[in-house]
């Protein structure tokens, strides 16, 4: 597709310090920002010109205006020069704004259009409101000090399968009144990543933000050393906190120690709100990454948004997640035949509805959208041509190949690889978890954020930029999407404008947990951690 061309202006905004702008009254402002109308004499002219000079050389806001100005024009300096951290981007001779690093910034610094497809969704006032109930603040202080129950937890999986269940720990520990042993990360069978948890997490972090609600130790203590700990690594699925209490409160009293293995999902997605409000305040606040994945993360982050807002996609396309979800990558007959060949030697990795044909589950929606699918998608959606494109996940089955037709569609399409320079990632070589990690940050400060097909991190990122605000996060219809695609009989143009229409309340405005059974608060924080009215209070 041909580039369009641009000829509006593009509008560009200074950030000039608050307490400036308070000190000059607003006669001064008028000053500035207007000239007179009329000629004075030049002798009259003469002698205002030299009252307003010394004036000027005694008032203290003159040097802070020249100050001011001087530190603008050095930024622009910078700004306007080419960035040397952005190896594979093409040098644009516009002028680029340099942007702060500081993810809570971005919103307010990040100057980009209201209309069109970068227009954030209406948040209706929502802001996190994750204070405790003041029972459960009574009673945090016998759980915090306690010494005699401890929790261990083995988390597996991929990197937000293992937040996932580190929020579910804290949780349990909360209800069983224990204090909680540094969450152990098992080795990953598929990518060999040995990391623990204070390689990716920041753990000092972690322990301070759960300071009030449950005590986090980095080991066991030398009384509990010898302790023989009640194992158990059966839960059901889904259980309550009531459940928790009566199964294990008894024997962790008497033995003093707990381990429990295989978390994920066994505790029920309804718990009473103070735990709600607990497992946002785990997932939102306390896992912060470690300091070098959120360096790098940012300066990435930073880089994309060189030239302006950017897009993050996770791409849903490795070879497994075609296996499991029964799907075909539409990649060439060979291709599809070696996904049916896995398949059939490995039926148990099929997720659900055995039964059922390719084409069934693609028309229910099941499967994950293909490069050619996510270009039409966001074509239908108005994404500019010239939008910047950040890709997160694995490889994808195929290759190269497997991108072409994105690639095609939107020519400023990077991964971190591409946007790194030689040496950066060297300290996160062979760490999935690292590098996972590094994605996360780039896709969460992302002005828009989109998943080719539904996932652990999706929901993760979903729920953290709809309580940082309901920041732009599409969720594409694919039951709805599928079905146009697929109708040849309906003209682009017209696919589009329907597609269109049927995501204008799909782009990340509030959306209540309790409307659809079985939804994580950590995806869908409204209304527990979540408050609009003027009485909500927030603990941060």
């Given at each position: ?46 002698a205002a010109a030299r009252a307003r000079l010394l004036s000027l050389t005694r008032n203290p806001r003159t040097y802070l205006l020249c100050l001011s100005l001087i530190a603008f024009l050095w930024t622009s300096r910078l700004a306007f020069g080419p960035d040397p951290f952005l190896p594979c981007s093409p040098i644009s001779d516009r002028p680029r704004l340099v942007l702060p690093s500081s993810a809570a910034a971005v919103t307010a610094a990040v100057a980009v259009s209201e209309e069109g497809f970068w227009r954030q969704p209406e948040g209706f006032g929502y802001r996190g409101c994750i204070e405790g109930s003041e029972g459960y603040r009574r009673a945090s202080e016998a759980v915090v000090k306690g010494r005699r129950k401890y929790l261990m937890v083995v988390v597996s999986g991929g990197l937000n399968q293992q937040r996932n269940q580190i929020v579910d720990a804290v949780v349990i520990a909360r209800i069983l009144g224990a204090a909680l042993v540094v969450p152990i990360l098992q080795v990953n069978v598929i990518w060999e990543d040995e990391s623990e948890f204070s390689d990716i997490f920041d753990l000092d972090h ?335």
């Open positions: 597709m041909a580039k369009k061309t641009h000829t509006q202006n593009k509008l560009s905004y200074i950030s000039v310090s608050s307490q400036f702008i308070h000190s000059l009254s607003s006669s001064s402002l008028h000053g500035i920002l207007t000239s007179p109308t009329k000629k004075p004499s030049p002798t009259a002219a003469a972690f322990k301070s933000v759960l300071s009030s609600d449950v005590r986090v130790v980095s080991s066991l203590p030398s009384t509990h050393v010898m302790t023989r700990p009640v194992l158990e690594s059966r839960t059901p699925l889904h259980v309550s906190a009531k459940w928790i209490r009566r199964r294990y409160l008894r024997r962790l009293t008497k033995e003093g120690v707990l381990l429990l293995r295989g978390l994920d999902s066994r505790l029920s997605k309804d718990l009473p709100s103070d735990l709600q409000k607990l497992r946002c305040k785990v997932a939102f606040h306390a896992l912060k990454f470690a300091p070098p994945i959120l360096a790098l993360g940012n300066r990435l982050a930073d880089r994309m948004r060189r030239d302006g807002p950017y897009l993050a996609l996770h791409l849903r396309m490795e070879k497994d997640v075609w296996v499991r979800t029964g799907c075909l990558p539409g990649l060439g007959a060979d291709l599809d035949e070696v996904v049916r060949s896995e398949r059939r030697l490995r039926p148990e990795l099929l997720t659900a509805r055995s039964n059922m044909t390719f084409e069934e589950r693609k028309l229910a929606g099941l499967c994950p959208m293909n490069a050619g699918e996510v270009a039409r998608f966001l074509r239908a959606l108005g994404a500019p041509v010239n939008t910047r494109v950040y890709w997160a996940g694995g490889e994808p089955f195929g290759g190269e190949e497997a991108l072409r037709l994105l690639k095609g569609e939107f020519k400023h399409f990077y991964d971190k690889m591409g946007l790194a320079v030689p040496g950066e990632l060297e300290a996160f070589a062979n760490r999935a978890s690292l590098l996972a990690a590094i994605d996360f940050v780039v896709a969460e400060r992302a002005d828009v954020f989109m998943a080719s097909h539904g996932g652990n991190m999706n929901h993760a990122i979903q729920g953290l930029r709809a309580y940082a605000g309901h920041r732009k996060c599409i969720t594409p219809n694919k039951r709805e999407i599928f079905k146009y695609f697929l109708d040849t009989s309906i003209p682009e143009s017209e696919s589009n404008r329907i597609i269109k229409e049927l995501h204008r309340d799909s782009l990340g405005q509030p959306e209540l947990r309790m409307d659809k059974a079985g939804r994580d608060v950590t995806a869908f924080p409204v209304p527990e951690c979540m408050c609009n009215g003027s009485s909500a209070r927030s603990m941060f």
